[in-house]
């Protein structure tokens, strides 16, 4: 009989929790240490604070020195139902908000603190001491659905698969009924004025104008079930990328974008900085559908023109898609060996496991997915087009961020 006690094989930190700041230019890692962040491209480590404790929410403010910070893991750092408004020049805690039950996500603006609850939604004035503005009442939100914009903040509403949309100065508020089931994921585009979700079913992304709220459109990442990991809508509101528990990432045509560059137009675009060409065919990396169709990305060709078939035949696809990194970390539970099994899920995060798939764009081309947990990696995806005029996305880069 084996006695001897089973070996823990960590090498260092687990990133908890990763996030990208408002432009994409940095990203923050919540650790069961402390938290570091990270110059988004090229990836370079830029600052590291050990606590000895988890961190599981780490939201930076652009890139100034102040960060949200939320303590979850098997040894918190902070109590999971308190945020700390940490200035690291200071290196210290300068604001504190406590609440009655944990907190799931927070949102920051230099004029704003918005904190998402399991049922509720609170937006305090960015001051010190913070002035609470108002709460809202939300349906069961378990994975901190929050986004902030320059004008309006975007979250779930009373009833499953709502959105609500509050306007920053006047307080008014809009519901979009987005979808019939529960909601996993939100995006605003950069300037404000597109939504982007998903349900947990996973097998459509859903366009809106936050203007008037009308459907723009609706993307369709599949046909089975997935789980959303992250959406991400390009900095000039053309593209949008989406991640999922598939391993894919896919990108397409945001909806009535009225800026989108044709494709005559890639060969002066950003893009034309990286030559890819048809043959140059490798791990990662699909082309698009013939250039004259590339507005409507219709997967199934002459099939979605004939009436009465299913939507499946005439939905919107993605005109490029690639393989992401996934790893299941197994062992991933704090201080348990690698090869235990299941990981118990891990205090103060949504759905327990380290978060994969977060996007974020450098560029009108470029997009940069990170991961979190033992094997925290960092994934680089160019688009581009090839000689025959179709586009396609390919892995330029990757690295394993914590060094492990």
Known sequence: MNTRQAIDESTGPISLAVAFNQDSSCFSVGLDTGFCIFNAEPCELKVSRDFNAGIVVAEMLERANFLALVGGGKQPKFPQNKVIIWDDAKQKAVITLEFRTAVLRVRLSRSRIVVA????????????????????????????????????IAFPGLSSGQVQLVEIETGNVSIIPAHGNPL??????PDGQVLATASE???????????NCARLGELRRGVDHASIYSIAISPNSTLLAVTSDKSTLHIFDLPHSSSRASPAEWNTTGSSKHTYTRSATGSGMTTSKNPDSETSNQKWGILGKI???????????SFASARIETSDDPGIAIGSSLSASPAM??????????????????????????GAGRDGRWEKFVIGQGDDGKRFVVRQGWKRYLGN
Not at 121 to 147: I, M, R
Not at 184 to 189: C, I
Not at 201 to 211: A, D, E, K, N, Y
């Open 307 to 317: 009436p009465m078939l299913p939507r499946v035949f005439s939905d919107i696809y």
């Open 345 to 370: 899920p891990i205090p103060g995060i949504p759905g327990g496991r380290p978060a994969k798939g977060i996007l974020g764009w450098l560029n009108g081309y470029t997009v940069l997915v990170v």
């Open 184 to 189: 996993r994921a939100l995006e605003l585009s």
């Open 117 to 152: 609850l399991l049922n509720s939604v609170h937006v305090y004035a960015f001051s010190s001491p913070p002035q609470k503005l108002s709460v809202f009442e939300t349906t069961d939100n378990t994975w901190g659905l929050c986004c902030l914009g320059s004008k309006i």
């Open 201 to 211: 079913t996973g097998t459509l992304i859903r366009v809106f104008s936050t203007g």
